[in-house]
């Protein structure tokens, strides 16, 4: 069975439409697929739809982003954040929840913005998008298209990464999974040797991450994304590990975004279909 429930289409930092995505992972022969583009529900309607077409098992998800700045972990900054995945929940019920969430994070561009201005950039909230939300990487595009920079992770190193109000607010770990488990989903530490700092993706030792994932514990994580195809076997074993331990479900991913200057893994080929997939398809 090919499987891949980490994917990312351009509706957040993928390269294709949903649509186009479900095709080329369909050419792939995936039997289930999952769409977790970052803080954004909005390509799953067309996904699933896509998903029933090409005869490919679907499951609603996200990538949230969850502020570590208020916790108590030894490595963390009030610049630092890390990923939870959540899969299987009520789609209609998030719409609604999801709401404060976004509303965070346009208010930490809105103070990213404020501070550029303040440093001579020419942008106003009134460039960026009409969504319900907006993000660092919106704030990286402008930055672009007004030749302030000349590509997207320059505008970040030269030009976001000197702002005061670098930090965009985001729920953090216990809001998003409450969030998560009160529309009837369940959450999933996203590749646990990775946080992000300044938005920028970080690697972490081990001893970090068995930090991390034991503060994800306390909050209620469901499981851990322990098949993380781009990882070294010992980190999987690592977090495989770690998962046995506490109990935790495991999850399968890519983490696949298309158009990267490298060939993406599409699927995970796994031998039988795990209790809680199968529960979950069907539900969906």
């Known amino acids: 069975m090919k499987i891949n429930l980490h994917c990312h ?34 390509g799953l309607s067309e996904a699933k739809d896509q998903c029933l077409k090409r005869g490919i098992h679907f499951i609603p998800g996200i990538e949230f982003s969850a502020s570590l700045a208020e916790s108590s972990l030894s490595f963390a900054t009030k610049h630092t954040a890390c990923h939870i995945l959540a899969y ?22 809105v103070a990213l913005i404020a501070d550029l201005k303040s440093m001579g950039y020419n942008i106003s909230e009134l460039d960026m998008p009409n969504n319900d939300f907006w993000t660092s990487l919106d704030v990286a595009h402008l930055l672009v ?27 953090n770990p216990k809001e998003i999974i409450a969030m998560v488990h009160k529309c009837g989903g369940l959450a999933f530490a996203a590749h646990p040797f990775d946080i ?4 920028m993706k970080i690697r972490i030792s081990k001893a970090i991450a068995s ?54 893994a599409k699927y995970i080929d796994i031998v039988e279909m795990p209790n809680w997939i199968a529960i979950m398809l069907a539900n969906h």
């Open 9 to 42: 289409s351009n509706n957040s930092d993928g390269a294709n439409a949903p649509l186009d995505l479900i095709d080329i992972l369909a050419r792939n022969g995936l039997d289930l697929i999952s769409l977790t583009d970052h803080d954004t529900i909005a």
């Open 88 to 109: 299987g929940f009520d789609v209609e019920m998030m719409k609604e929840r999801i709401k404060k969430h976004h509303t965070k994070m346009k208010a930490g561009v």
């Open 145 to 171: 298209k007004k030749a302030y920079s000349s590509g997207i992770w320059k505008a970040f190193d030269t030009i976001i990464g000197k702002a005061e109000h670098r930090r965009i607010f985001f729920l």
């Open 196 to 199: 992000i700092e300044d938005d």
């Open 211 to 264: 930090e991390m994932l034991s503060y994800l514990v306390e909050a209620g994580i469901d499981g851990v994304e322990g098949h993380y195809q781009p990882y070294e076997k010992n980190m999987r074993e690592f977090s495989l590990e770690f998962a046995k331990k506490n109990n935790l479900l495991v999850s399968y991913g890519t983490d696949f975004h298309g158009g990267r200057s490298y060939e993406e």
